[in-house]
């Protein structure tokens, strides 16, 4: 499956603009961009769990927990 033709035209032809300026890169900048990627991608993953946790109602006291099986 092609990751790229799942997406809606508007970010195939972003990640289309990405790639040419990508490209265009020296290793270190391009390494540099990977770093920030990355860390990009985490921080996305942390919030988007904090935010599942808390439509959720999973508190740290575990009290949310039980509430949200009721």
């Given at each position: 499956?092609?990751?790229?033709?799942?997406?809606?035209?508007?970010?195939?032809f972003e990640l289309?603009?990405?790639?040419?300026?990508?490209?265009n890169l020296s290793q270190s900048d391009a390494t540099a961009l990977l770093v920030q990627l990355r860390e990009a991608m985490m921080y996305q993953a942390v919030t988007f769990r904090g935010i599942l946790k808390e439509a959720w109602g999973l508190g740290n006291d575990g009290d949310g927990a039980l509430e949200a099986l009721k």
């Open positions: 499956m092609n990751i790229r033709e799942q997406l809606p035209l508007e970010q195939q289309q603009v990405f790639e040419t300026q990508v490209q």
